[in-house]
């Protein structure tokens, strides 16, 4: 499976972003997706996870109520749309595909720059 992630760039505080991730090369409905960020200089940390199916999502608690995501499973992609954005979202996003019963991720998109900065 092969991830694109696309939709970054630089927005000022209190904006808006939607990322998104498209995959090929596999069964798309075989995995959760899942959202992670890399700040420079810090581990990476996880963003929001939705199932298989869409039906349901999980999100970090830093970011809680500033992120929705979702997937389209016709469309083999999953989108992260992010409002409110704070300098501290500044990141590289990555997606990331988890199979059924896996307990690690098991492939990765090449990662997106976000930019939050007046």
């Known amino acids: 499976v092969q991830l694109q992630a696309s939709g970054g760039g630089w927005v000022q505080p209190g904006g808006s972003l939607k990322l998104s991730c498209a995959a090929t090369g596999g069964t798309f409905t075989r995995y959760a997706m899942a959202w992670f960020r890399q700040a420079l200089g810090k581990e990476r940390e996880f963003v929001a996870l939705i199932s298989r199916l869409g039906a349901d999502t999980l999100t970090a608690a830093s970011m809680k109520g500033r992120v929705t995501m979702s997937r389209d499973n016709d469309r083999n992609t999953v989108s992260l749309q992010m409002n409110n954005l704070k300098p501290e979202d500044t990141a590289v996003y990555y997606c990331?595909?988890?199979?059924?019963?896996?307990?690690?991720?098991?492939?990765w998109g090449q990662g997106t720059q976000v930019t939050v900065s007046s």
């Open positions: 990331a595909a988890k199979a059924i019963g896996g307990t690690a991720y098991d492939y």
